[in-house]
């Protein structure tokens, strides 16, 4: 079991990969429920996915990370 600790925005399955976002972490389970990484963030914070690879810009600092590795 786990939890946010702050402002639990939503779920979105990329693949065999699940993302949660809230407000302030963006974090990655597979779909049987174990937990491949967890990152903090702080708003204004936003993230897409593009070919296996997750690119977060929190308040215009950006980075790439894989998908599955995490940051």
């Given at each position: 079991m786990d939890e946010a600790d702050f402002g639990f925005w939503g779920w979105c399955r990329h693949g065999?990969?699940?993302?949660?976002?809230a407000e302030l972490e963006l974090a990655a389970w597979t779909v049987d429920g174990e937990k491949l990484w967890t990152t903090?963030?702080?708003?204004?914070?936003?993230y897409d996915i593009d070919a296996g690879r997750v690119r977060v810009d929190v308040m215009g600092s950006v980075r790439s990370f894989d998908l599955r590795r995490g940051p």
């Open positions: 065999e990969v699940v993302l949660m976002s903090f963030v702080e708003p204004p914070w936003s």
